[in-house]
């Protein structure tokens, strides 16, 4: 199976606020490599293929920062 590429629009207002989501993405078991980004307000993040697109979603969402829309490897997803 190949991996997961997750893509999420995220409102975040300061660089804590990316700070949070790095750190969240950071300690998530299965994470290859992410990139946050507060000038675009997105997270992009690569996962191994047992990684969930809600399990990621989840993780986000915890930091209380608000997901405004979110992608499963090109297809756009529930949030």
């Known amino acids: 199976m190949a991996d ?3 893509k999420f629009d995220i409102t975040m ?6 700070g949070a989501v790095e750190r969240v993405l950071k300690k998530l078991d299965g994470v290859k ?3 946050v980004s ?3 307000q997105t997270a992009n993040v690569v996962t191994e293929p047992s990684v969930g697109y809600e399990t990621v ?3 986000i969402k915890k930091t209380g920062k608000v ?3 979110g992608w499963e490897d090109g297809e756009e997803k529930a949030v």
């Not at 207002?13 to 990316?18: F, H, I, P, Q, T």
Request: with cysteine.
């Open 67 to 69: 997901v405004k829309a």
């Open 57 to 59: 979603l989840e993780k």
């Open 4 to 6: 997961h590429n997750y």
């Open 13 to 18: 207002s300061c660089g804590g606020c990316s």
């Open 38 to 40: 507060l000038e675009q």
């Open 33 to 35: 490599s992410y990139n």
